[in-house]
């Protein structure tokens, strides 16, 4: 979150991804530092993955985050 942050002060754009297992979390975060950062959940766990899941995940990730980068 933090790098997400300054790298928004520094006006690079940028997304923030997590596994849907931390949505508190990056909630909780984002009210501490006063910032609502974009942010993709991807499916949680994130380990344990065979190659082809993880490409999956990612492929499904593509167009939000660019919707959210364009935004």
């Known amino acids: 979150m933090h790098d997400i942050v300054d790298l928004e ?3 690079i754009p940028g997304v923030f991804i997590a596994s849907s297992e931390f949505e508190s979390a ?3 975060q984002s009210a501490a530092l006063g910032y609502d950062p974009a942010v993709v959940f991807v499916p949680h766990p994130i380990q344990d993955r065979t190659d082809e899941e993880i490409r999956e995940i990612a492929e499904n990730a593509v167009k939000p985050l660019l919707a959210a980068l364009a935004a």
Do not use: D, F, H
């Open 9 to 11: 002060n520094r006006g």
């Open 26 to 28: 990056v909630t909780s």
